[in-house]
């Protein structure tokens, strides 16, 4: 009980003291640029609870939600063809690497040129954006597998989609899901950009329109949202991880303390 | 009592083929070169011998012979150079649905992701066997390898010994005719391996297996074997193949104490030493 304390005061800590510090900072010294703690939280309340949630927030959410899933699946199913075929690899990298090495919000004038300001426009570039990070660790993890489990898989007559299925998937996992890591945030950050330039609706669109207005406070709180966002989509990940790779984090463990 | 003339080894200095009908499996003029970029490597140069129905046959020679490699030949994992091996009739191209491997690295064989029940049970649901058919075997696979108590465990949660009983247990659940096992018990402590040797002669009795069994320790191919094949060193013949005529029933004090245990395992050693050092039947046969 005692120790529960403990922890949740270490987590809580610095999160407080910096709330602190803004409340006195503000209070001294107002600012037109900078809400108080408590202005912000009324503002907050006041302005995304309401008809915003639905205009605003969930096709934001919607937006990177399907974009990120699609990155996902399309870089892991990619990333299994391209890993476990040596031609297609050496075929394939340099062209992988290029487009990796192109920051994604260039992509933006282009694609909006081609498909116009509509929804799927912005979820293509988030799965652009995204898919790098998963499709790239896919191949290495693949690549990776190690030569005796392949081995005994193919002594016992695994092979194909079995194999897949039973061994390279479940190996890989880990890499996989590093990369999947990666590519939450760079899709949140393409959501946020993608609206910024163009849109009717959206976090990104909010927060400039805000911006525009001068209605400081209500631009504030479009960053908290989507600062709760970032952090609630890292939480689930970790939450997801965590049950996926249970194996893998008690081998972890266990080498560690060896 | 009159001590009367030893008992003569039986012994030939090239592989034993069989007749047709007592064969299992036939290893035919397999040689095998690795090519790599830093040239060619002769594993394995001219191995011919055949395992019989239901044998337990030890395979020995120094480290770098080519053990390993002939394993994987016939394990269908490698294509041979030239030559061939003949499972019941038919020529391995692949790895048969008939046998079962058990790795030298078998710590790296088990999936780390899969508890242990699940590990055995793989190779099962691979091939299609009923849910219930599986549980089946899968539970009589742990408890003939003792290892029942622990099927929700991982793999690297348990001992060296328990993860090579973890590897046996896969390979006999998957009820094969041949068993091939690679210096199974390099890596476990002396008491382990002591019941682990017993437990390969139970199972291979009870499920009527025919076992080749690689090891470099003398000791244990003459206590566990039927039939010892000795390899000379690398590029790699048949040195001598022979006959272990121990009675049937085998126990770690009793047939290690007798004075035919000791004389055959004498004479093992010898032609190691000789293999060691370079001493080979092709060439002494050409002389
Ligand atoms: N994949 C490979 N590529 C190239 N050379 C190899 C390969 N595998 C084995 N060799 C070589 O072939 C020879 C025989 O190796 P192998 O592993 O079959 O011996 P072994 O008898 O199993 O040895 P050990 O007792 O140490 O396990 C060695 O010289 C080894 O370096
Ligand atoms: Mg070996």
């Known amino acids: 009980m005692k120790k529960a304390f403990v922890t949740l005061g270490f987590a809580l800590g610095l999160p407080a003291i910096l709330v602190v510090l803004w409340w006195i900072a503000t209070t001294v010294s107002p600012s037109f640029f900078v809400p108080t703690p408590g202005e912000l939280i009324v503002t907050f309340v006041e302005t995304w609870f309401g008809p915003r949630l639905w205009v605003d927030i969930l096709p934001s959410i919607a937006r990177f939600g399907i974009g990120v899933v699609i990155a996902i699946v399309a870089g892991i199913l990619l990333g299994m063809l391209v890993g476990l075929n040596r031609d297609l ?118 927060i400039i329109q805000f911006q525009r207005r001068f209605a400081i406070p209500e631009m504030w709180s479009g960053i908290l949202v989507l600062g709760l966002i970032g952090f609630a989509v890292a939480a689930v990940f970790r939450y997801v991880e965590r049950r996926i790779l249970r194996w893998y984090h008690g081998l972890k463990e266990l080498e560690n303390a060896a | 009592m009159l001590h009367d003339t030893p008992v003569p080894i039986d012994t030939v200095s090239h592989g034993r083929t069989l007749p047709a009908e007592e064969t299992l499996l036939s290893v035919r003029n397999l040689k095998k070169v690795y090519s790599t970029d830093g040239g060619d490597i002769e594993a394995v140069r001219d191995l011919t011998f055949d395992l019989g129905k239901n044998e337990l046959t030890c395979l020995v020679g120094p480290s770098g012979s080519g053990k390993t490699t002939l ?63 599986r549980t089946e075997l899968v539970e009589e696979a742990l408890a003939n390898v003792g290892l029942d108590h622990v099927p929700r465990s991982y793999p690297w949660q348990l001992s060296g010994g328990m993860q090579q009983r973890v590897a046996i247990a896969r390979a006999i659940a998957y009820q094969p005719e041949v068993l091939l096992m690679d210096e199974p018990f390099a890596a476990v402590d002396a008491q382990t391996r002591a019941d682990l040797e017993d437990l390969v002669r139970k199972v291979r009795k009870t499920l009527g297996l025919s076992v080749l069994f690689v090891t470099h320790d003398i000791d244990e191919s003459v206590y566990l074997g039927e039939r010892v094949i ?58």
């Not at chain 1, 340099?94 to 994604?104: K, Q, S, T």
């Open chain 2, 230 to 287: 000795m390899l000379s060193s690398s590029p790699t013949v048949v040195q001598e193949d022979l006959v272990v005529d121990l009675p049937e029933e085998r126990d770690q004090l009793e047939t290690r104490s007798m004075p035919r245990f000791t004389e055959l395992r004498h004479h093992v050693y010898e032609q190691i030493q000789l293999a060691k050092r370079g001493f080979r039947p092709d060439v002494a046969a050409t002389k």
């Open chain 1, 89 to 206: 690899r050496a075929f394939t990298e340099p062209v992988f690497e290029f487009f990796r090495a192109l920051p994604p919000p260039v992509l933006i004038p282009v694609l909006l040129l081609l498909f116009g300001p509509t929804d799927w426009m912005k979820v293509f570039i988030i799965v652009l954006a995204a898919i790098w990070p998963v499709l790239l660790n896919t191949i290495e993890g693949v690549r990776a597998a190690d030569p005796v489990q392949t081995e005994t898989s193919r002594s016992y007559g695994i092979s194909g989609l079995n194999r897949v299925r039973y061994q390279v998937l479940p190996s890989a996992a880990p890499q996989i899901l590093a990369g999947v890591r990666q590519s939450l945030p760079i899709g949140l950050i393409l959501m946020v950009i993608s609206e910024m330039f163009s849109s009717s609706s959206g976090l990104g669109f909010s």
């Open chain 2, 71 to 133: 394993l994987k030949c016939i394990a269908g994992l490698l294509a041979p150079t030239s030559g061939e091996v003949v499972l019941d009739g038919k020529v391995v191209t692949a790895p048969p649905k008939k046998m079962a491997v058990v790795f030298q690295e078998y710590g790296r064989s088990l999936f780390p992701w899969l508890r242990v029940a699940d590990n055995v049970e793989l190779p099962l649901k691979n091939a299609g066997v009923p849910k219930a058919r």
